[in-house]
T-cell receptor, first 114, second 111 residues
Framework: DSGVTQTPKHLITATGQRVTLRCSPRSGDLSVYWYQQSLDQGLQFLIQYYNGEERAKGNILERFSAQQFPDLHSELNLSSLELGDSALYFC?????????????FGSGTQLSVL | QKEVEQDPGPLSVPEGAIVSLNCTYSNSAFQYFMWYRQYSRKGPELLMYTYSSGNKEDGRFTAQVDKSSKYISLFIRDSQPSDSATYLCATEKQGAQKLVFGQGTRLTINP
C-alpha cells in the first residue's frame, strides 16, 4: 500500500457529463501529481500541485481542471467528457517538489465514458 | 516522435531467465532515469533510479544508463513469476517538475 488513496476506483459515465476524481496524498506529502494512462498514449503527466499551488502543467485539456485543498487532498475535474477520455487516472504524491523526488502512486480511478 | 520510446511487448520468458528491458530517449537534457513496476490494477511503484551513466545494482535488478547513446536498460536476473508486471522507464530533466514515461513493457515470467 503506497499510502495514496484515490476514489472512486471505477467510474462509468456518459459523454458530455462531468466527473470529479479525488486523491488523498500520503501523510506529510505536500506535492500531488495527476497522470492519465491509456493504452495508446501510456502514462501522461497532467498537472502538479505543491502545498495548494499549481506548479507544473503537462498535456492537460482545457476541459480538465484540478485543485489542491488546504488539507492537501486534490481533486481532478473532467467536464464535457468524450469517449477518448476513457482511461486510468492516477494520483501520485511526494514529500517535496523538484528533481528526483520519489513518487508514490495511488491505485487509480478507471474512467469509462460510454 | 515520443520523448521516451519503449517496446510495449508483451515479453514472455521462463522462470530463471535473465530479462532485458530497454528504452531510448531523445532529449539529452534528461538527467535522472527511473524504472517503475506496475502490477495489474495497481499504480506504478519505483523500482530503481539512477543519475549517471553506468550500472546500478539492487538485488536481482540492474539498471544501466548510456547517456552517449541515450539508452536505458533494466536487467532482471533469476526472474520469478512474481516479477510478472508492466515495467515503465521514466526520465526527468532539470526544472521540468515532471516525469516522462515510456509506454511500458508487459512482462510475463512462466513457471
Amino acid at each position: 500500500d503506497s499510502g495514496v488513496t484515490q476514489t472512486p476506483k471505477h467510474l462509468i459515465t456518459a459523454t458530455g457529463q462531468r466527473v470529479t476524481l479525488r486523491c488523498s496524498p500520503r501523510s506529510g506529502d505536500l506535492s500531488v501529481y495527476w497522470y492519465q494512462q491509456s493504452l495508446d498514449q501510456g502514462l501522461q503527466f497532467l498537472i502538479q500541485y505543491y502545498n495548494g499551488e499549481e506548479r507544473a502543467k503537462g498535456n492537460i485539456l482545457e476541459r480538465f481542471s484540478a485543485q489542491q485543498f488546504p488539507d492537501l487532498h486534490s481533486e481532478l475535474n473532467l467536464s464535457s467528457l468524450e469517449l477518448g477520455d476513457s482511461a486510468l487516472y492516477f494520483c501520485a504524491s511526494s514529500t517535496r517538489q523538484g528533481l528526483n523526488e520519489k513518487l508514490f502512486f495511488g491505485s487509480g480511478t478507471q474512467l469509462s465514458v460510454l | 516522435q515520443k520523448e521516451v520510446e519503449q517496446d510495449p511487448g508483451p515479453l514472455s520468458v521462463p522462470e530463471g531467465a535473465i530479462v532485458s528491458l530497454n528504452c531510448t530517449y531523445s532529449n539529452s537534457a534528461f538527467q535522472y532515469f527511473m524504472w517503475y513496476r506496475q502490477y495489474s490494477r495497481k499504480g506504478p511503484e519505483l523500482l530503481m533510479y539512477t543519475y549517471s551513466s553506468g550500472n546500478k545494482e539492487d538485488g536481482r535488478f540492474t539498471a544501466q544508463v548510456d547517456k552517449s547513446s541515450k539508452y536505458i536498460s533494466l536487467f532482471i536476473r533469476d526472474s520469478q513469476p512474481s516479477d510478472s508486471a508492466t515495467y515503465l522507464c521514466a526520465t526527468e530533466k532539470q526544472g521540468a517538475q515532471k516525469l516522462v514515461f515510456g509506454q511500458g513493457t508487459r512482462l510475463t515470467i512462466n513457471p
